[in-house]
Structures are given as structure tokens and as C-alpha cells.
């Protein structure tokens, strides 16, 4: 997002030029590295402090102030060739499952039933991003810039997001990226923030005196993973003077069209000669889960041939199944706030980076965390970096925050309560 091209096209929105041809260009990053973790393996990953990917985009001037473009971009897994990234560790989320031991069956009967439930919610080594299989992951669309601003459809970053983004000291990357603590009540459980929308039309606008705007909406099949029956969303920001900072709103509808998650992000960065300062707000609520009708799926798939092969009458499956659903809707709820700050600092070729990260839940299980992180990013040339990150996540009752990076989530703490530690070691090359 960082070096999309929608950034690049709306600060000439109000230009107008002569008629050019068409321009296209292939671009990309190549961003790889090492974990070592605590309570998980020292992993290879791809996607850093970037996501690795890469990307078409291109532009034909038509005059008069008018532009028509496309973006175009994959996600490129450089540890496995593959599109899809699997979380840092296969450490078990146990808190989706919670208070499932008082469902009324047999003991040995519910254990086993909640093995394959919580293998069936979270395939150790499973795919966690990108379930869909998609080519163009990362952005898919296409537009007309005109002097009042850009019309785009497809596949994008949504607003608020981008807010969170500009907030973020680690720039939504490295084992420091303030969204390791927002993952849902308790970890990777559930969405935080909706980074993209498919299905979905925008308006965006920029002023020469630094003020810019959007506002998205998407229908049936909206959303990150295309679980909504519409979402919407909208962000203000300012860009000049040394500032960066903004304020967004999602909002996503559940597919039957209650309201699903909802998040408020304001903040930014502010830049003073070779300091960076950022500090961020995201609120997030959620009591309509998009995510119930897979776990329902994950239940029938998984339980029910079991309950069948074990004799148990249809109207006790029944039963069973709506204790599972009323349980798990339960263990979806989100309300937390969550708060960020941090800074660069420019040695040389360099830059230290700090921050500091706490999620407030606000639910009945008070699942905090704190993430302390530090790292240095060391400039090679202009388009090569090496890069260096250690982060602390101190997690309290229920919650399993575990580091991870750009392109994959950390997943979870052996346990709850424990602290999730990381230090990675890695290189970008953008082209």
C-alpha cells in the first residue's frame, strides 16, 4: 500500500496535459528473512517489513485532465514459490473454543470432537492468508482519474485501513506492526481491521493544499474475504507540512445484513528533520462475526459424521450443534480499543524505529497486550535494505498475541497469558 499507485495518480488529479501514451510498468518487492521465536520453530519467512509481490500497473493519459489506469498485484511467497502464507507458528488459538467442555457429551467423546474442531478452525500449517487462492491478492482494479477526482473499481485497500497503515511505526510490517495486538479478542481469531475489499467501487480526491479524501462501498461479497452483504467505509487525511495523518471508518454487514465489524482509526505521522513521530487510535467492534457461517460449515464437516458413526440420535445433534453455535458467536465478539505510538530516527544510511502498542479488550475475558518493539533498517541503495527487529508482546489472562510479520500473522503463544517473543533478521529489494 505503501507504494501503490492510487497514491502517485491522485496528486496529479487536478493536472491537466497534453495526450500521452500508454504507460505500463512491472514492479515488485522481494522482501525475505529469519525468526527466532519463542514457543515456536526459527522459521524462513517471505514478506518482512513488505509483503513480497509482484505488480502491473499503468496509465494512458486522455487529456483535459483525464486519466484511464489499472493496478494489478500478486502476492509472491519467496520461501515456498506459493500465494499463500501460513502462520508463524501452529500453536493452538484456544480462544474460540473456550467453554466448549461443558457441551453434554462423554468426556473422552468431547476431546476428541474438539480435536478435530480446533483442527478443522485452524489446519496446522494451513493457509492464513489468501484462502481464496487468489491471483491478484493484493489488488485487482482499475479507473478513471478526472479533474474531480478518481473514480476506481475491483479489489483495494479500504480506508480506514490506510489510516491504520499511516499510523503504524513498523509500517504494517516486521515482527513490530501495531497489528500484531489488534487480531481479535484474544489473537488470531478473527479479523481486526478489513485491509482490501473485492466487489467494491471508490471515490477518492486530493487538494493541492494537502487534504484528501474517500469513500468506498461494496456489495454482496465484499469485504477482505468477501464474507459481507455490503460494507462502507470512508477516511479524511492531510499530507503536507510534515504531516501524514488521517481518520477512517469501516463498517462491514454480515450476510444476513446485521452489522458485522466496525473500526474507527485516527492518527498518523508527524516529521521534524530526522525525527518521525507516530501515534494511532483503532477502535473495534464486532457482534455479528462474517466468519460464524465457516465455523458452522467447519462443525457439519467435521462433528457431524462423528456424532452420526457414534449413534447419537438427529434431535441430540441438534442440540449439540446449536450449544456450538451459540458458544463460538459468543467468543466473536469484539470491543476493544487500542492505542499506538512510536518514532524513527535517520543515523546515516539508517533508521532506528521504536514503538509501543496496547489492546484494551473490552470484553468480559480483559485479554490485554502490550507490545514493546525496536528494530534498525539499514539502506544499502535506494532500493535494497537489510533490517532487524525484536519485539516483546506481554499478553495477560486469555489472549496468545504472538509476533509475526508484513505477509504472515504470528498466530499464537503455546498458551494464554504467555509472552510472545521474536527477533527477525531480514532483506528487502524493491524493482
Not at 456450538?324 to 487500542?338: C, H, K, L, P, Y
Request: net charge positive.
Amino acid at each position: 500500500m505503501k507504494k501503490s499507485l492510487i497514491a502517485a495518480l491522485l496528486g496529479a488529479t487536478f493536472a491537466t496535459s497534453a495526450l500521452a501514451q500508454t504507460s505500463v510498468q512491472i514492479y515488485g518487492i522481494a522482501d525475505a528473512g529469519v525468526m527466532f521465536q519463542k514457543g515456536g520453530p526459527t522459521k524462513i519467512y517471505s514478506g518482512g517489513a513488505d509483503g513480497s509481490r509482484i505488480g502491473f500497473k499503468g496509465t494512458e493519459d486522455l487529456g483535459n485532465g483525464f486519466k484511464a489506469m489499472f493496478n494489478l498485484e500478486a502476492r509472491v511467497e519467496l520461501d515456498t514459490g506459493t500465494q499463500q502464507p501460513t502462520l508463524m507458528n501452529d500453536n493452538p488459538g484456544r480462544y474460540l473454543l473456550r467453554g466448549m467442555d461443558a457441551m453434554p457429551l462423554p468426556a473422552p467423546v468431547r476431546d476428541r470432537l474438539l480435536t478435530g474442531l480446533q483442527a478443522a478452525i485452524q489446519p496446522p500449517g494451513g493457509p492464513a492468508v489468501n484462502q481464496e487462492r487468489a491471483l491478484f491478492d493484493r489488488m485487482a482494479m482499475v479507473g478513471l482519474v478526472t479533474p474531480v477526482g478518481a473514480f476506481l473499481i475491483g479489489r483495494m485497500y479500504t480506508p480506514g485501513y490506510e489510516v491504520f497503515n499511516m499510523a503504524d511505526t513498523f509500517e504494517s510490517g516486521t515482527a513490530g506492526t501495531w497489528g500484531h495486538v489488534t487480531g481479535g479478542t484474544a489473537g488470531f481469531t478473527a479479523l481486526s481491521a478489513d485491509i482490501r475489499s473485492q466487489e467494491a467501487v471508490q471515490y477518492r480526491i486530493a487538494l493541492p493544499n494537502g487534504i484528501g479524501a474517500a469513500l468506498m462501498y461494496g456489495g454482496k461479497g465484499s469485504g477482505y474475504l468477501g464474507r459481507y452483504n455490503k460494507f462502507r467505509a470512508g477516511h479524511v487525511t492531510y499530507k503536507a507540512n510534515g504531516f501524514d495523518v488521517g481518520i477512517g471508518y469501516n463498517h462491514g454487514y454480515d450476510r444476513q445484513d446485521r452489522p458485522s465489524l466496525r473500526t474507527t482509526t485516527v492518527g498518523g505521522s508527524y516529521t521534524l528533520n530526522e525525527w518521525k513521530i507516530f501515534a494511532g487510535f483503532h477502535s473495534q467492534r464486532n457482534t455479528n462475526s462474517a466468519l460464524l457461517p465457516d465455523y458452522l460449515a467447519g462443525w457439519d464437516s467435521v462433528v457431524v459424521p462423528q456424532l452420526t458413526a457414534g449413534g447419537v440420535p438427529a434431535a441430540n445433534q441438534t442440540a449439540l450443534r446449536a450449544f456450538f453455535s451459540r458458544t463460538i458467536a459468543a467468543n466473536t465478539v469484539q470491543d476493544a480499543n487500542s492505542y499506538q505510538f512510536g518514532l524513527h530516527y535517520k543515523i546515516g544510511s539508517g533508521r532506528v524505529m521504536a514503538s509501543y502498542a496496547h489492546q484494551n479488550d473490552r470484553t468480559a475475558s480483559n485479554s490485554d497486550a502490550n507490545l514493546f518493539a525496536i528494530g534498525y533498517d539499514h539502506f544499502l541503495s535506494k532500493r535494497t535494505d537489510l533490517y532487524t527487529v525484536v519485539a516483546n508482546i506481554k499478553n495477560k489472562n486469555e489472549a496468545q498475541y504472538a509476533p509475526g510479520t508484513a505477509g504472515n500473522p504470528g498466530g499464537f503463544t503455546k498458551g494464554p497469558g504467555e509472552d510472545g517473543r521474536a527477533l527477525q533478521v531480514g532483506i528487502r529489494h524493491r524493482f
